[in-house]
């Protein structure tokens, strides 16, 4: 079988490729929207497809199990040919697709309609599909509710246009990324619970109480959700099943995060929205529950990799400048002093020149992993910039400073194996300390270790210059 190539396939081509979504696991954005439109439609097949070169590839599927097909049995090959939505009554009376081996079977498909997915300059990815093994006549109101569905799949798709552009040009900080992702999330939580109110939210739990909390109505999303079957909770009270230390209260700034009790005791993060309605004088609330477990993990993980360093995995900068002011907040309450170690590695600019910046990376990590080996788990670590990194020891004797600094040097100064050959490198340190009654600020602290360091490099390196706490005498 042969299939239509459009005049624009190398561009579109080169849309598709650029937003890396081929071959990807499945994700909840797209896996809602195709859930939606097999209960929306009451078809038993939806897909979101992309039209590879020489396939089509299911990003997301609800009753199919086949991943892939070759280009030429895809329907969604014409679709992406076109703007407008392809409707296929009867498969078998289309010549375009009456041989189709996905036709031509027994229980195959019959009924076809597509809406195509496209990039902000008009290039056709794939599409959005409802399929049934039946003929059928899609009405118009159907018809609107896929291409309402469609949108949020494009927006999905335009938002990832708009995110690698803004990384291509790195002009935006990652606060800004993250907004864009979080603006993303709220609209396509806001799309999905508008068409979850018209089908009674099919994908949010959904409960109905009265005025003392009974329920009324629980659906097969707050069944998945929280593990007890409808039957089981009808004319109990909410709280004693999900919220026992209260139902939350209704808010109009939106949805209220809550912790919620599954059957199995297990707590659960949870976004509520409640709407209170009057039926027949009678007060009656309808909760809308979606679970924020794996958007929190999210949140966890970003705050995470925002404090920690790419390359050696120790704290970065930013976790630094976190930290070190607790740290001198614990001396003054402890009253115990604070040590603050300024290095800067001896060498290493020369050895990044010479043997290149993958053996400089690996040094690195090598450097970093032999620090945090040597002083006390405690103790912390963190990489200031470049090949320079900042020790905080609390609670350390000042005599046990110097002899620590001065092993950290001999630690530094092992010999690092570069293939066949052995590569030596050294370490300059400046030490500071903060005494309880100290008023310097965090940022006056560092700079004079780091003024310390560079006294120790002007010694001759290799070196540990030692300052005085201020006030103190020389």
Not at 169 to 175: D, G, L, N, P, V
Not at 323 to 328: C, F, G, I, S, V
Not at 423 to 440: D, F, H, K, Q, R
Request: net charge negative; hydrophobic share 40%.
């Amino acid at each position: 079988m042969s299939y239509p190539i459009a005049s624009n396939e190398e561009a579109r081509l080169a849309a598709l490729y650029e937003l890396e979504l081929l071959d990807t696991p499945d994700e909840p954005a797209f896996d809602r929207v195709t859930r939606l439109v097999t209960q929306l439609l009451n078809v038993p097949i939806s897909t979101i497809t992309l039209i590879d070169a020489e396939r089509q590839w299911i990003k997301s599927r609800v009753g199919v199990e086949t991943r892939e097909t070759t280009r030429d049995v895809a329907f969604c090959a014409y679709t992406v040919m076109a703007s407008e939505p392809l409707i296929v009554e009867d498969a078998r009376k289309d010549p375009r697709f009456a041989q189709n081996p996905y036709v031509a079977v027994s229980d195959g498909v019959r009924f076809y309609a597509g809406i195509p997915l496209c990039t902000s300059n008009g290039l056709a990815l794939g599409s959005l599909c409802a399929i049934d093994i039946k003929p059928r006549t899609l009405r118009e109101q159907e018809l609107a509710a896929l291409k309402d569905l469609a949108a949020i799949v494009t927006d999905e798709i335009r938002l990832r246009e708009r995110l690698i552009r803004e990384r291509k040009k790195a002009q935006e900080s990652q606060r800004a990324l993250n907004e864009l992702h979080y603006s993303m999330e709220c609209q396509i939580e806001r799309r999905t619970n508008e068409l979850n109110l018209v089908i009674e939210s099919a994908y949010d739990a959904y409960i109905s109480v009265d005025s003392q909390g009974v329920i009324l109505d629980w659906n097969r999303a707050a069944e998945l959700m929280f593990g007890w079957p409808r039957k089981a909770v009808l004319a109990r009270t909410i709280t004693q099943l999900l919220f026992p230390n209260g139902l939350p209260t209704e808010s109009d700034q939106g949805p209220i995060t809550y912790t919620a009790r599954c059957h199995d005791g297990k707590e659960l993060p949870v976004e509520v929205r409640i709407k209170t309605l009057i039926i027949d004088g009678r007060e009656r609330r309808s909760l809308f529950i979606h679970d924020i477990t794996e958007r929190q993990q999210l949140e966890r993980l970003r705050d995470q990799q925002a404090r920690e360093d790419v390359l050696t995995k120790l704290p970065n900068r930013r976790a630094l400048d976190e930290r070190l002011p607790d740290a001198m907040a614990r001396t003054r309450r402890t009253q115990k002093p604070l040590a603050v170690l300024f290095m800067d590695l001896d060498g290493f600019k020369a050895i990044n020149d010479t043997h290149g910046h993958a053996m400089g990376d690996e040094l690195l990590r090598v450097m970093a992993k032999r620090l945090v080996e040597t002083v006390r788990e405690t103790d912390y670590i963190a990489r200031w910039a470049g090949d320079e990194f900042v020790l905080l020891l609390e609670g350390s004797e000042s005599m046990a400073i110097e002899p620590l600094a001065n092993k950290l040097i001999q630690v530094i100064e092992e010999p690092f194996a570069a293939g066949n050959a052995a590569l030596n490198i050294s370490a300059s340190i400046g030490v500071v300390m903060y005494m309880p009654t100290s008023a310097e600020t965090a940022n006056e602290l560092l700079k004079r270790a780091d003024v310390a360091m560079y006294d120790a490099k002007r010694l001759g390196k290799a070196q540990v210059r030692i300052v005085q706490p201020l006030g103190s005498a020389s």
